[in-house]
């Protein structure tokens, strides 16, 4: 059973709309991260979570927010969605926690199109 | 900042023959995973090392800090080993910072 979900899978949205990105998790890690993946690149940490309540900015936060309601969940928020963020986004829980690092795992991806 | 740097960006290999993934890092890092992008663009974890190598069925990986590398080595390669993989270290502040990932295609 998967471990960490996405939804949507795949969303189109106009420029200058919200959207929401959902994961969750059932890993009980306190750790959440959102990521973007673009074709030729690697993963970009965009923000991530320590637990219910708190956000953290990663590498390239702007034009995003967070929102982590609880453990299990961890929302991406793009408030005014512009076709630069057309991209792969994955969420993934673990990492270091109480001293301990415990690798993360990732969900299946949401495949996001701005137009 | 830290970074990774992965290689080859594109491989071939003929099912049963082998080769070798290399990621090499600007600094000192804590720890390695490797992950597989398969067909349905999920990534699947294929190991988490903090040091020395481990090996799972035709895949084995080592990580050495002092030299700031990483490699995953596939042996008799399949046609279901191909997809992009991706290395991704644990930084001193024990964020994953990812390589540009290896397109691996495994031909008949």
């Known amino acids: 059973e998967a471990a960490v979900t996405q939804s949507p899978r795949n969303k189109v949205a106009v420029t200058g709309g919200k959207v929401t990105l959902s994961c969750n998790q059932t890993?009980?890690?306190?750790?959440m991260y959102w990521y973007r993946q673009d074709t030729g690149h690697g993963l970009r940490l965009i923000h991530y979570?320590?637990?219910?309540?708190?956000?953290e900015k990663g590498d390239i936060p702007d034009g995003y927010k967070a929102s982590r309601p609880s453990q299990e969940n961890f929302s991406l928020i793009l408030e005014l969605a512009t076709p630069s963020q057309t991209s792969v986004y994955f969420c993934?829980?673990?990492?270091?926690?109480?001293?301990?690092?415990?690798?993360?795992?990732f969900g299946p991806g949401t495949r996001l199109t701005v137009l | 900042g830290d970074q990774v740097e992965q290689s080859p960006s594109a491989l071939s290999l003929h099912e049963g023959t082998g080769s070798a993934l290399r990621c090499n890092f600007t600094?000192?890092?804590?720890?390695v995973q490797w992950f597989r992008k398969n067909s349905r663009g999920s990534l699947i974890n294929l190991f988490y090392?903090?040091?020395g190598t481990k090996e799972n069925g035709r895949l084995k990986s080592a990580f050495d800090s002092k030299e700031r590398y990483s490699t995953l080595h596939i042996r008799d390669a399949q046609l279901e080993d191909s997809g992009t993989y991706f290395c991704?270290?644990?930084?001193?502040?024990?964020?994953?910072?990812f390589g540009s990932g290896t397109q691996l295609t495994v031909m008949p």
């Open positions: 979570s320590y637990g219910a309540g708190s956000t």
């Open positions: 090392l903090a040091s």
């Open positions: 991704a270290a644990v930084s001193g502040s024990w964020q994953l910072i």
């Open positions: 600094t000192t890092m804590r720890a």
């Open positions: 993934a829980s673990g990492g270091r926690d109480w001293g301990i690092y415990a690798e993360q795992f």
């Open positions: 890993n009980n890690h306190n750790n």
